[in-house]
C-alpha cells in the first residue's frame, strides 16, 4: 500500500471476524514503530500495554463498557501516559544524549553541547514536569507571564497543560501505531470510551499512569465499518494564510 491507501485503509472497526486471526509478532512490530513518533522533548512518557491473554482480554473489555470492538477483538493495546516517571526519563535522557555528544560531535563543540543537555534533561525538564497540588504549575505560569511581557515564551506550563502534553505525545504514538496496521492489512479502533480507574487496576498500575487510549485490534467483518468516511467539508478546516 502506498501511503495514501495506507491512511484510506485504516477505519474505525467495531467489528471484527473471529475466523481471522492476527499475528502477535507484528502488532507487537507496530508498537515498536510507534515508539519512534514524534513526542515532547523526547521524554516518552508513555507504555504500551499488549494485551493477548483471554482473561486479560474479557477484563479490559470489560472496562470498555464491552463495546462490540473490544468483544470482538483479537488484541487489545492500551496506551499509557507516565507523566509520573519524567524524573527516571529526564536522567536516562540526559545519559543517552551525553554518550551521543561524546561519539557525535566535534571536539570544539562539545562543552557547549553538554552545558546545553545537562540544563535542559538535568534542570528543566524536572521543573516542567513536577507537579504538586497545582502550586508548580502556578508558579511556572507566573514565570512564563512575567518573561512574556519581554519575549515570546511557552505559555502552556501549569499542571493541566502538562497532562496534556503527555496525552498529545501519546496519541501521535497511537496514531503512528494504528497506521502500521492498517500497512499490515490489520484494523484498529481508537477508543475513550472506558473506564479508566478499573482499566488501571487490571493493568496493575500506578496513580500517577493515565489512560490516554485503548485500540482493540483484529481484522474487519465488513459490517464492522461505517460505509462511508465522514468528515465536514475541507474548506471549513483548511485555512491558507
Ligand atoms: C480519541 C478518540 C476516542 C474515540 N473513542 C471511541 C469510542 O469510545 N468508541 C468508538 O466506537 N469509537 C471511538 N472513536 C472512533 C471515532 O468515532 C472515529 O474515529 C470517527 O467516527 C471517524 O471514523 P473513522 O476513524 O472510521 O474515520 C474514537 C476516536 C478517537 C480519536
Redo the contacts with the bound molecule.
Keep these: 500500500m502506498t501511503f495514501e491507501e495506507t491512511v484510506r485503509y ?5 467489528m471484527y471476524d473471529p475466523e481471522k486471526p492476527i499475528d502477535t509478532a507484528k502488532v507487537k512490530h507496530c508498537l515498536e514503530l510507534a515508539s519512534l513518533a514524534p513526542n515532547s522533548s523526547n521524554m516518552q512518557l508513555w507504555e504500551f500495554y499488549h494485551v493477548t491473554s483471554p482473561d486479560t482480554l474479557k477484563a479490559v473489555s470489560r472496562a ?2 464491552n ?3 473490544t468483544e470482538t477483538a483479537a488484541e487489545i493495546v492500551v496506551f499509557v501516559t507516565r507523566q509520573d516517571l519524567y524524573r527516571q526519563r529526564s536522567r536516562a535522557m540526559l545519559a543517552y544524549e551525553l554518550a551521543a555528544i561524546e561519539k557525535y560531535t566535534p571536539e570544539d563543540r562539545k562543552a557547549a553541547r553538554i552545558k546545553n543537555r545537562k540544563q535542559y534533561y538535568g534542570f528543566l525538564m524536572p521543573f516542567i514536569y513536577t507537579r504538586f497540588f497545582g502550586l508548580p504549575g502556578l508558579i511556572r505560569q507566573c514565570i512564563a507571564t512575567t518573561v512574556g511581557l519581554f519575549r515570546p515564551i511557552t505559555r502552556q506550563v501549569c499542571e493541566s497543560d502538562m497532562n496534556a502534553v503527555v496525552h498529545k505525545s501519546c ?1 501521535l504514538a ?1 496514531q503512528t501505531f494504528m497506521l502500521a496496521m492498517a500497512a499490515e492489512g490489520y484494523d484498529t ?6 473506564d479508566s480507574r478499573l482499566l488501571k487496576k487490571i493493568l496493575g498500575l500506578p496513580a500517577g499512569a493515565g489512560i490516554n ?2 485500540i482493540p485490534c483484529g481484522i474487519r467483518k465488513p459490517e464492522g ?2 460505509d462511508v ?3 465536514v467539508p475541507f474548506e471549513e478546516v483548511y485555512f491558507q494564510i
Excluded: Y
Excluded at 485504516?10 to 467495531?14: E, G, I, L, Q, T
Excluded at 479502533?189 to 472506558?194: A, D, H, K, R
Design positions: 485504516r477505519r474505525s472497526v467495531r470498555c463498557l463495546q462490540n470492538s496519541a497511537a479502533c481508537p477508543l475513550e470510551g472506558f487510549m485503548v465499518v461505517r468516511q465522514i468528515r
